[in-house]
């Protein structure tokens, strides 16, 4: 995040975790999964507070009970994907650290229904690009074209597509990649990308309100576990 604060205090890290992940269910945003919104990956807390061990915290606030956790995955996905929300249990916690009326956590939902999957915001932009060509393999340039004219055009928000983003689909089961045959020295070790059955169609979870980005904790005083009475704008808004 531009300008974010560090939070070295591991007590200020899980307080900062449980604030916004509480804020989530209350505006509500985030991704929506098991009927209900609120639902956030480790990447989202890097862009609100900088790089850390989230996905440590996160696993550490589930077994204690105050967030749920939730499979965004293909079962053939190397490095699975899992979302996380808050509980009412966590909500009651941070809801006294924070001397506010505990808002009420709906549950979500067995995980029995058709549900999507997780990719970053550049990894989106990427599997759209390679859904555009089905069957074709394509160069990194090729699938980065879409992205690049987006920009050009003014679109906001400025999207990047990086070769780790198309790494990351591969990871996940929704593209596979094979080796570019080189015609020179600089194309040693390049890869075409291609999306596979499954990413043609598998619905991908998109971010649904207050941009990860956004700062938490107000300036202004005031309850942070209340509907504010200005919506928020549209994280990833012209998707």
Not at 63 to 73: C, I, K, Q, V, Y
Not at 205 to 211: E, I, N, Q, T, V
Request: some cysteine; overall charge positive; glycine content about 8%.
């Amino acid at each position: 995040m531009r300008g974010a604060r560090r939070y070295r205090d591991p007590c200020e890290r899980r307080e900062r975790a449980l604030t916004f992940l509480a804020q989530l269910v209350v505006l509500p945003a985030g991704y929506r999964a098991r009927s209900v919104y609120g639902w956030a990956h480790p990447y989202d807390f890097s862009l609100l507070a900088g790089p850390y061990t989230w996905a440590d915290l996160l696993c550490e606030l589930e077994r204690e009970g105050r967030a749920d956790s939730h499979a965004a995955s293909l079962p053939q996905a190397s490095e699975p994907a899992r979302l996380y929300r808050i509980t009412q249990t966590g909500m009651n916690g941070i809801a006294a650290v924070l001397r506010e009326e505990s808002p009420r956590v709906e549950r979500p939902r067995a995980p029995d229904e058709p549900a999507g999957v997780y990719a970053s915001e550049g990894a989106r932009w990427a599997l759209d690009a390679l859904r555009e060509a089905p069957g074709d393999w394509l160069r990194v340039e090729r699938v980065k074209e879409p992205s690049e004219q987006w920009n050009r055009s003014g679109g906001r928000p400025y999207r990047l597509v990086w070769t780790a983003h198309l790494d990351e689909l591969v990871s996940a089961g929704l593209a596979e990649a094979r080796p570019l045959e080189p015609c020179g020295k600089h194309e040693q070790g390049r890869k075409l990308y291609r999306a596979t059955a499954c990413g043609l169609v598998v619905p991908v979870l998109r971010w649904f309100g207050r941009d990860p980005e956004s700062e938490v904790y107000s300036q202004v005083a005031g309850p942070l576990l209340r509907t504010p009475l200005r919506c928020c704008f549209m994280y990833d808004a012209g998707n």
